[in-house]
């Protein structure tokens, strides 16, 4: 039924093309190519200052173009920028934009945009939520506690095609940070004529391969071609239709039923049945992320780096990786994702064992420490928000303690924002999940989590002056080699004491059509439509 | 509710020395469905309660190499199962393997490897849930091969295994004993709540009826995540607070029922005449009202209990209710909705228990509203 | 009567205000906040947020300035879609969910009261048994089931029916949520029905009637009648959830409707958003409910409202 159903629209669909063939001959035009992409939720804004989730980035990274952009690879191409250069002190960017830039609505793209859009990120007026991450940017601490007026801040446009910015100090991963959605840039008109509605359609004015036609919230986000992209001849598709995909389960069913050309997120517990049913149309890639669970150091037993290290050791990170995450992760022995590049992660010991010699020791730790049979007991309470996965990581994780080290284990869950919320307000726990997604491909970006004034996100409240030494030291290195250097020797600290237990590296998981071509597995997770073609 | 509040309409002496229970119970017993559904209700009730002590596995057992496995009537391992099962253990050691043999229940394999080999390395092959009690018998090429022998484990799962491997039948029973107890104790909390709040508004009308009737307005407009979550913050996991977030919500539909049915019935001939004799307003209530609004009273409850045993599983979710290992049918139900494609029987089995029990309870519910019913005596 | 409504109507204004005092407290004590996530914000980002939506005012303030702007019909921007404020969202989306909960209510209640009057007319019989049983099911079987189990049968293996998305108002799009929606209503309705329906039938002046040999068609109107009462007491309160949409059939369906702000608003706590849709509902409770009331007066003489 569904078949013939197809091949009926098939057929009407050759019939109109017929029908225009005369029509296309002398416009050059061939029929309309709608991309219909699942995008796992529907974004919380449109306004590049308010954004801080991926789908939101997805849609954004198809509407505008920041200075640099992720390729379909993943790696970091000039973009609205032709060329850069830096100075000898790494400390002064200079950008030449591209002569042919151009907006949605004609106007060129003028180095004054990007300054606008940056002045406009670290207002404090704005609240944007992602600020601190231009904080490497000249005076843009100052400006976002509203110290300085944001004219103090260091970008400036030297003409219309040159824009200029300067850093506080030598920041090796700041290219990597302009391809984030946050460092797009802003048609400054629009913006001031509509104000908090210029992401309206029809308000909004962009300069990337794409332009915002419909938004329907919770229903579909179209955008359609834009013809004044300077790349526009090479954008394969006429309209990319974003649906927000958020019950996975049931967007499954509509991929499979051919209702979506790509579909991103599926529920990790499918994944075997997918790869049984679809094949190669299943892809899994390993970004830049981690699952851990963080310890209170600061609480017996946890203060003991031994029961740390037991803990972590005795956790059959293999087991987590194949069965309870389906083969979509990679086994987690340190903080750093693999993937990033000229970044040497310093040797793990027990990443190179066999699980029974990792839980030999584990036993040997928890001994030595005094807890485990014929001790001191050793009780543990994991705290998790709650989802599929990590319910079935954390009920993986109490029984291979259980086993190994003979801990009683319990397990409690809540909500994300009562999760997150007890963390971040220094409740009282014992081992409890979190997760992070880089932000960009530095290591630094994952070794601040253990930072001793990272306020937010140091769940475990782990204190080591030399740690926090280490991290300073490689901000302040302009050598690229040596700053890794300092880098990989502060990972191997922090993982000598261990104060979070990494699990396992997650994978993203999409699901394309085979008519899809022009995707490419990325560790960035970044998939911009204009690579994309459709097959009829 | 007391046995003096069944009293039929004005029947005001127990006749004929039959209670009304005891005449209800005989009604009861005459109707065939109502009994089989008993008898369905309480061997259900039993394999909840009872089964876990009988399982062979525990509720809260992971077998680590049985990850979603489909049900069947035969043990696992499947014998043409067991050779990749030793290979993928002896990957773990890094160690090949050749000439597997199975005789029996019992396993014979020569572990290789370039390197001689650590004896302690059949841990490894014990470590499968498949083998146990391997043992290394001949020693050869100068410790570079061994020989080992040991036991093949058989285990037996009905109803398949749930995606975390452990038994789904076990996990059923367990899951039981909680979602009867909060389905009956909750429902039962909700209607006495709710008839009487009910049975007053509508009874005494007026000013009263409209000030309690917008009291269940407010109640029913309140965000219920935030009632249960503020639970959660300010009194802990306790178990009771399951009933307690429940009997909350559930009773104002029964509240609003009851008081519909009870405006209706206090203009009946009965309750005036009643009146006209002078009978006080409680006993009016206790004796004529309430006793007529069983009938829909006990559809209502029937149908009341899915939902309480579902909500439950939502209340898991927020972290109040029953927390992992340990479950409930609801907290399966959704776990099987889930993955409904990928593991239909993670579905099946829990729901056939569920809607078997519902049934059994509907058959009930009206074979007591028959038997109870005031004018059919 | 219309003193009865226009009474009912003005006692609706000091209950939203009672409801509206109460969430308002209610939601602010609950741990977490809208800015608490998995990749949490920087102390200052912190501070300029709240400064934005002035959560950085006292509590007592923060509730006197919502009430004001509630009086003027202003719900708020909302946390979690940062580009349209809390009314913007709620007139968006209830067009669906009303469409679409109205098509179930009228199946619900249509199916429900027809399958009901038969049952109980042919009570225990196998027409009886055929539709309790189906109707069991109906309310046995949770719609996060029902939905994925349509769109398998009739969506993906059928090939008949579109498996989400709304499809611009088109009919196909709407029959499989519309179904999973009515069907749990519509079983409870059935049930009610029979049961009512058996008590009225036995009343004695439907007996009368039936001894003086009227027909059976003037029998079942008089008795559905009285039959009808329970029906409509829950009528009001499920109308109410039915036309605010549901949050599990919206999902699974990809609807944009109102029923999923029920949970994200609380789960992302997204303060506004919680409130307006609290003010939402409780706004359709009384109105329901004053419908249901003045339909007990209509159908049922002997209900007198003074």
Known sequence: MNKSWQSLTGYLRVGLVAALATGALITGASAEVTYRRGNAGDPKTLDQHQTSIDVEANILRDLYDGLLAYDSRGKVTPAAAASWSISPDG???????????????????????????????????????????????????????????PAELGVKAIDDKTLEITLEQPTPYFLELLTHQTALPLHQASVEKYGKDFVRPGNLVSNGAFKLSEFVPSDHIKVVKNPNYFDAKDVKVDTVMFYPTEDSAAAVRRFMAGELDTNYQFPIDQLNFLKQKLGSQVRTAPYLSIEYYATNVQKPPFNDPRVRHALSLAIDRDFLAEKTWGGAAVPAYRMTPPGLQNYTPPEIAAAGETQLDREDKAKELIKAAGYGPGQKPLKIEIRYNTNDSNKNTATAVADMWKSVLGAEVTLLNSDIKSHYAYLQNKGDFDIARA????????????????LSDNAVSNYSRYKNPDYDALLKKSDETGDQAARMKILSDAEAMFMKDEPVIPLIYRSSLHLVSPKVSGYEDNVQNVHRSRYISIAP | MSDTALAPPGDTSASAGRSLATLAILRLRRNRAAVVSFIVLIAITLFCVVGPWLSHHAYDQVYRSYVGLPPSLSPYPAQNTLEDAMRGALDRARIGMRDFTISGSTFRVTLTSPNPIDPRNTRYIDRVDQFRDAKVVATEDGGKSLV???????????????????????????????SLLVGLLATFVSLVIGVSYGAAAGFFGGRIDMVMMRVVDVLYSLPFVFFVILLVVYFGRDFVLIFVAIGAVEWLDMARITRGQTLALKRREFVEAAHALGVSELSILRRHIIPNL???????????????????????????????????????????????????????????????????????????????????? | MLIYTLRRLASAVPTLFIIVTVAFFLVRFAPGGPFDMEQPVAPQVLENLKRAYSLDQPLFYQYLDYLGKLVRGDLGPSYSALDFTVGEMLMRGLPYSISLGFGALILAVFGGVTAGVVAALHQNSASDYSVMTVATVGVTVPNFVVGPLLQLVFGLMLGLLPLGGWGGGDLSHRILPTIALALPQMAVIARLTRGAMIEALRADHIRTLRANGLSNSIIITHALRGALLPVISYLGPAAAALVTGSVVIEKIFAIPGVGAYFVDGALNRDYTLVMGTVVMLAGFVVVFNLIVDLLYAALDPRVRYE
Request: aromatic fraction near 12%; charged fraction near 20%.
């Open chain 2, 148 to 178: 080992v022998e040991g036991t093949v484990q058989r285990q037996l799962f009905l109803m398949g295994t749930d995606l975390a491997g452990r038994d789904l039948m076990t996990r059923i029973m367990v899951g039981g004993r909680v």
């Open chain 1, 435 to 450: 997760g992070w997604v880089g932000d960009y491909a530095d290591p630094q970006n994952f070794l601040f989590l253990g």
């Open chain 2, 294 to 377: 069983l009938g829909p009273v006990v559809v209502f409850m029937t149908l009341m209990v899915p939902k309480i045993i579902l909500l439950e599983s939502f209340l898991s979710f927020l972290g109040l209710g029953v927390q992992a290992p340990l479950t409930s049918w609801g907290v399966l139900i959704a776990e099987g909705a889930n993955n409904i494609q990928n593991a239909p029987y993670l579905i099946i089995f829990p729901a056939i228990f569920f809607v078997s029990t519902l049934f059994a309870l509907n058959f009930i519910g009206d074979g007591l509203r028959d038997a109870l019913d005031p004018r059919d005596r």
């Open chain 1, 91 to 149: 400390k002064v960017y200079t950008f030449k934009l591209r002569e042919n830039g151009k907006w949605s609505n004609g106007d060129p793209v003028k180095a004054s945009d990007f300054v606008f859009s940056f002045r406009r990120m670290l207002d404090p007026q704005t609240a944007a939520r992602y600020a601190a991450l231009h904080y490497p940017i000249k005076n843009a601490r100052a400006v976002n506690r509203g110290e300085l007026p």
